[in-house]
């Protein structure tokens, strides 16, 4: 979120289907949270998209299997590789950009929309976040 509001572009792409309905939920409160904040979010359309990818700069990369949460990390010891290499990281983001095309833009218009019963909802999912 400070990196977006530093005026750096941020994008995040998390999938519309999921197999953990309450985790969807606590996804949307932090999306919303990452939406206000100026962060380009993508819900991806095609499919489960389980992939776990950070670019930076077209230059760096870090992938593996963890979520990027205490959880993944201090009780599942989930690892995640950063890798220093220009070329895998371009091919990386190239993909990123295809699976964009499959996806739709999760907009601050959308979450202004939202309904108070689906806020309520999200917000409530939140506090179950870190044992999802």
Same mark, same amino acid.
């Given at each position: 979120?400070?990196a977006?509001?530093s005026?750096i572009?941020?994008?995040?792409?998390?999938?519309?289907?999921? *197999?953990?309905?309450m985790? +969807?939920?606590?996804?949307?409160?932090? /999306?919303n949270?990452l $939406?206000?904040?100026?962060?380009r979010?993508?819900?991806?359309?095609?499919?489960?998209?389980?992939?776990?990818?950070?670019?930076v700069?077209?230059?760096?990369?870090?992938?593996?299997?963890?979520?990027l949460?205490?959880?993944?990390?201090?009780? *599942?010891?989930?690892?995640? +590789?950063?890798?220093?290499d220009?070329t /895998?990281?371009?091919? $990386?983001?190239?993909?990123f950009?295809?699976?964009?095309?499959q996806?739709?833009?999760?907009?601050?218009?959308?979450?202004?929309?939202?309904?108070?019963?689906s806020?309520l909802?999200?917000?409530?999912?939140?506090?179950?976040?870190?044992i999802?």
């Amino acid at each position: 979120m400070l990196a977006a509001q530093s005026g750096i572009d941020v994008r995040v792409m998390v999938p519309v289907h999921t *197999n953990q309905p309450m985790m +969807a939920k606590a996804t949307e409160f932090y /999306l919303n949270q990452l $939406v206000k904040a100026g962060v380009r979010v993508y819900r991806y359309q095609a499919g489960f998209l389980h992939s776990k990818a950070i670019i930076v700069d077209s230059q760096y990369l870090m992938t593996g299997s963890p979520n990027l949460d205490v959880r993944s990390f201090k009780l *599942n010891f989930e690892i995640a +590789a950063f890798i220093y290499d220009q070329t /895998l990281a371009e091919m $990386v983001e190239r993909q990123f950009k295809l699976d964009m095309a499959q996806a739709t833009p999760y907009t601050y218009a959308m979450v202004k929309n939202q309904s108070h019963a689906s806020q309520l909802g999200a917000d409530l999912a939140r506090l179950f976040a870190p044992i999802l």
